[in-house]
């Protein structure tokens, strides 16, 4: 049997970084930038006013008050957007709009409400000294700074300087695309209706729903059913749009061994029993032109429990992320249970508590079953170790965290 | 002046829940169910095989051992999806795929391991108990039991759930359809070249980006001149597909009023500066048919913050979310600053540390100053009161946390 770990490397060995592309702003929204983006000019671009009121020398006004106004002579107005090319003489001033560039000369702007607002000529009412209200030339940016370096995640604060510097485009590692498949003769969609014996087909829908959770492009394929002909067609169909392709069950010990049997040709995959439970065969390797492809139990509880261990930290490492797991907490358990021996459980729990009072981890659901329902209510996944056979009430667990 | 949490209170109740939609399993993804959802079948719905194995009657196997095998005929095969509806006759077994139903009289299943595989007639090497290895019949869910709740987000593992119980169909409270106006003469599109006194258009970017992390649907619109007839008929054009609108400059001081006055007409919006720094003027109300707008500042700093203050909890009330706020963590700053009096100030800040020893809040850039170099590297919002002017190195502030 594999370990967890050695199983894990093995999904992460197969995939990599996606080759990094350039994309249009609103494409590189939740991607991983590749690139070192340097600013080719500065922010802002000139002096500029940090508020709406009247551009001046500071001098100008330097025994202003509000007992002793200074008059000056407004000879323009300057609206956001345009810019006043001219050199603004001692004793006079332009009406000037927040983040408009000074006139030459200016170096100070007055609020427009210690003033009498006039048009022609103007009242200051208040002394202004150099530099006051004024956003200096690149004092956010200078040209040809670095201001995000490959490896940030492009969020909202990220696209608000990128765009403030110009970027139209940038280089990241696009999304993932990812193709679920689900493999079983029993499998019928959701609404439909069910014949005794069959059973809806689950995994499909949550592990695509897991998957846009982290934010990549999935493709989800109606069940194919567990025969060579129908499931090699699929991948071959499917192969041209997937960076990763997915497949859940076809993993039988009996009679059936679709997926193995359809991807020996096709590719170099190994099947290997996992020390672990839920879930015990797995599946990693490549098909067609190299498209890496894991292959997860039917079992829809223990095809989401392999997909937070194994199939996350490898989509998050296409994706260009360097941290690619679940933040863990430590919790002690409300009751005890039996875990198998040489297996690492990961039990379905409800974690409560808090940072400051510590956590309280209670299974959902007895850890030995694999309950939908349970799964639904649990908000983490509690690892015991693969030689403690004996969990008991107190028992401090490390637990992966699936709800932030 | 208005007080923050005055300008909130009047964005929450602009908006509400988005009215409830049935929609398919695969749009349901991130939405909050409005439905408390009922099982209408047991889940599993017969007893089934919990591994692949024979299905015996657990008398025949009672002294079943390594030493002392069983001898069984086997009847048949069942495969997933199929059925067998004859009763197991004392003496004989059916080779069972895991998750088929077990045939009438059989309560036990023996692993394929412990048998020597055969087909016609099979040995048992060991004892199976009554219901070893089943998953009995309801199980997992009960037909009639509500499995989820409205309000419960659906995720991953409540779609296996839904999936599971055979739902194709959901009622949640959909999506919120977001439009962002940018507004200013002064705007061009990031990538386009810049004339002196032109800026990019951040904040369309970067709100577009902040409401696709809050996992709504959003529209862009590239940034309107700052004039009363493009505005109009932007807004006019837009309200088809709006169930939310957010505008941002347009709210200067100066000669130009251009979203109030436009509008004013449109519906019924109130201005108000708003007790707070960065961003001061804001607006909420509703235009066209009762849609609500929140207007906010155009410095893309201030605009980053009033969406985190007032946005995204209005979004999150309307798509259901019970709990709309960031998580908050007490940090303690590790450099002073002055404040401004009678003002709730938000400050950009990088957080350190960890739950167990503490935060720490350092200001990214100076306080006072709008960097959206420095907006990038933070990852929370240190809120200093209104009443205190003087924040000192080791002064507890709440901090919203903005990066999970």
Same mark, same amino acid.
């Given at each position: 049997?594999?370990?967890?770990?050695?199983?894990?490397?093995?999904?992460?060995? /197969?995939?990599?970084?996606?080759?990094?592309?350039?994309?249009?702003?609103?494409?590189?929204?939740?991607?991983?930038? %590749?690139?070192?983006?340097? /600013?080719?000019?500065?922010?802002?671009?000139? $002096?500029?006013?940090?508020?709406?009121?009247?551009?001046?020398?500071?001098?100008?006004? #330097?025994?202003?008050?509000?007992?002793?106004?200074?008059?000056?002579?407004?000879?323009?107005?300057?609206?956001?957007?345009?810019?006043?090319?001219?050199?603004?003489?001692?004793?006079?001033?332009?009406?000037?709009?927040?983040?408009?560039?000074?006139? @030459?000369?200016?170096?100070?702007?007055?609020?427009?409400?210690?003033?009498?607002?006039?048009?022609?000529?103007?009242?200051?009412?208040?002394?202004?000294?150099?530099?006051?209200?004024?956003?200096?030339?690149? &004092?956010?940016?200078?040209?040809?700074? =670095?201001?995000?370096?490959?490896?940030?995640? =492009?969020?909202?604060? &990220?696209? /608000?300087?990128?765009? +403030?510097?110009?970027?139209?485009?940038?280089? *990241?590692?696009?999304?993932?695309?990812?193709?679920?498949?689900?493999?079983?003769?029993?499998?019928?969609?959701?609404?439909?209706?069910?014949?005794?014996?069959? *059973?809806?087909? !689950?995994?499909?829908?949550?592990?695509?729903? +897991?998957?846009?959770?982290?934010?990549? !492009?999935?493709?989800?394929? #109606?069940?194919?059913?567990?025969?060579?002909?129908?499931?090699?067609?699929? @991948?071959?169909?499917?192969?041209?749009?997937?960076?990763?392709?997915?497949?859940?069950?076809?993993?039988?010990?009996?009679?059936?061994?679709?997926?193995?049997?359809?991807?020996?040709?096709?590719?170099?995959?190994?099947?290997?029993?996992?020390?672990?439970?839920?879930?015990?065969?797995?599946?990693?390797?490549?098909?067609? $032109?190299?498209?890496?492809?894991? /292959?997860?139990?039917?079992?829809?509880?223990?095809?989401?429990?392999?997909?937070?261990?194994?199939?996350?930290?490898?989509?998050? #490492?296409? !994706?260009?992320?360097?941290?690619?797991?679940?933040?863990?907490?430590? %919790?002690?358990?409300?009751?005890?249970?039996?875990?198998? #021996?040489?297996?690492?459980?990961?039990?379905?729990?409800?974690?409560?508590?808090?940072?400051?009072?510590?956590?309280?981890?209670?299974? !959902?659901?007895?850890?030995?079953?694999?309950?939908?329902?349970?799964?639904?209510?649990?908000?983490?996944?509690?690892?015991?170790?693969?030689?403690?056979?004996?969990?008991?009430?107190?028992?401090?667990?490390?637990?992966?965290?699936?709800? +932030?």
């Amino acid at each position: 049997m594999r370990s967890v770990q050695e199983h894990l490397a093995a999904c992460l060995a /197969a995939v990599g970084p996606q080759p990094p592309l350039e994309v249009v702003l609103a494409d590189a929204v939740g991607c991983v930038l %590749a690139e070192d983006v340097l /600013a080719t000019r500065d922010l802002p671009l000139a $002096d500029v006013a940090a508020l709406d009121g009247y551009a001046v020398r500071a001098a100008d006004v #330097a025994t202003a008050g509000p007992a002793a106004p200074v008059a000056l002579r407004v000879l323009d107005e300057i609206r956001a957007g345009s810019v006043d090319p001219t050199r603004l003489p001692a004793g006079s001033c332009v009406r000037i709009a927040s983040g408009a560039p000074l006139p @030459l000369e200016a170096d100070a702007v007055v609020p427009v409400e210690q003033t009498d607002r006039g048009t022609a000529k103007v009242e200051i009412r208040t002394a202004a000294a150099h530099g006051e209200n004024v956003r200096p030339r690149a &004092q956010d940016v200078r040209d040809g700074e =670095v201001v995000l370096r490959a490896g940030e995640r =492009v969020g909202a604060r &990220q696209v /608000a300087l990128l765009a +403030a510097v110009g970027r139209g485009r940038v280089t *990241v590692h696009p999304r993932p695309r990812v193709v679920v498949v689900s493999v079983g003769d029993e499998l019928v969609e959701p609404g439909a209706t069910a014949r005794p014996g069959q *059973v809806y087909d !689950a995994n499909g829908h949550a592990l695509a729903a +897991a998957l846009q959770d982290v934010g990549v !492009a999935t493709y989800r394929v #109606a069940a194919v059913p567990d025969q060579r002909g129908p499931l090699r067609e699929t @991948l071959e169909d499917q192969l041209v749009r997937a960076d990763l392709v997915v497949t859940t069950g076809g993993l039988s010990h009996g009679s059936n061994d679709t997926v193995k049997e359809v991807l020996g040709p096709l590719g170099t995959v190994r099947f290997d029993n996992v020390a672990m439970w839920p879930g015990r065969q797995l599946g990693v390797g490549h098909v067609g $032109d190299g498209t890496p492809i894991l /292959a997860l139990p039917g079992d829809p509880v223990a095809a989401q429990v392999a997909f937070e261990v194994f199939v996350r930290p490898a989509v998050r #490492a296409m !994706a260009g992320y360097a941290d690619l797991y679940r933040p863990t907490v430590r %919790a002690t358990v409300t009751t005890g249970w039996y875990s198998p #021996a040489g297996r690492r459980e990961f039990v379905r729990v409800t974690l409560a508590g808090s940072p400051q009072e510590g956590y309280r981890a209670t299974p !959902a659901g007895a850890p030995g079953t694999l309950l939908l329902s349970a799964l639904a209510r649990s908000n983490a996944l509690a690892v015991v170790p693969e030689d403690l056979t004996e969990v008991r009430e107190g028992t401090a667990l490390s637990c992966l965290v699936l709800d +932030a």
